[in-house]
């Protein structure tokens, strides 16, 4: 059975959630490039961009070719959640660019007297915007109804965002200092109430 992201019309509701949800990192993109890649970030950002683009990439060739892992029982509600997932995710890191308004950056970089924001979803996570990642990832691979492709998008991305949170963590707590850390026993990484 073909994904329902490739049928027609099913399919448009999906690409155009990725679209909407995508778009919004463009101008993000463009400015890390333009205004080159902190030292304090030892690599993150090309790590989460790897695994976001590369886990996300498998995803679609396994959804399309591994049949035996499709998911065979509530696609369409699978389908419908992932695309709910994608959106939800998306509303989530539009809502951090507007909180965190020039300190949102791809790459990790501390500006001597950083504010630390505790409006909005910054009140109970430290990094909602990788939790903003997580759910369009997750959304993506949950659409394409394949639990391997479900896997793939998020997989990698978990690892990549473990590892950008720990070295931003650590920028921080160097730049920001104590506030910083007051912060951090007062909120959640990435899960409220949870993680």
Request: proline share 5%.
């Amino acid at each position: 059975m073909t994904p329902l992201a490739f049928t027609w019309p099913a399919g448009v509701a999906f690409w155009l959630a990725c679209v909407w949800a995508l778009v919004a990192e463009l101008p993000f993109m463009r400015r890390a490039r333009a205004s080159g890649i902190s030292p304090l970030d030892n690599g993150s950002m090309r790590a989460v961009e790897l695994a976001n683009v590369g886990g996300i990439t498998i995803a679609f060739a396994i959804a399309l070719r591994v049949r035996a892992t499709a998911m065979t029982t509530g696609a369409v509600a699978a389908y419908a959640v992932g695309i709910g997932s994608l959106i939800a995710g998306g509303l989530l890191r539009r809502h951090c660019f507007r909180m965190l308004g020039p300190s949102f950056t791809f790459d990790v970089r501390v500006a001597p007297e950083q504010p630390i924001v505790e409006r909005g979803a910054y009140r109970w996570l430290r990094h909602p915007s990788y939790t903003a990642g997580l759910l369009m990832g997750g959304g993506i691979g949950l659409a394409l109804g394949n639990w391997l492709s479900l896997a793939t998008s998020l997989v990698p991305a978990a690892f990549a965002y473990a590892y950008r949170i720990s070295v931003e963590e650590r920028a921080l707590v160097d730049g920001v200092g104590a506030a910083y850390v007051d912060y951090m026993k007062r909120t959640h990484r990435v899960v409220p109430f949870v993680l």
